[in-house]
């Protein structure tokens, strides 16, 4: 029962965490996008301009930077939880 307790409990922190999680990794990957192809705005995939090559590498340099962002955001979240509450929230 303390288990599900805690797993709902971390439902709205977690819910919260991924929303500074995305903000973070946005501005992250605007920066280092700047540095990699020294240009200030990366791709849409619809901008006829582009090659396939430049759309497809930002795409992947973009997921990159969320998933690691988000994983670090949420693991350090369910370790704040644990040491607040004694358990961990999955």
Known sequence: MAKVVSK???KPVGML???GAGVVAG???RQVWKIAA???DAPDATDEERG???????AALQGAIFAVVKAAVDRG?????RRLTGRWPA
Request: net charge negative; glycine share 20%; no cysteine.
């Open 8 to 10: 709902v409990a971390y």
């Open 52 to 58: 396939w090559g430049e759309i497809l590498a930002a």
């Open 38 to 40: 020294g240009d200030d």
């Open 17 to 19: 965490l991924g929303i």
């Open 27 to 29: 501005a992250i990957f």
């Open 77 to 81: 979240g369910a370790a704040g939880v």
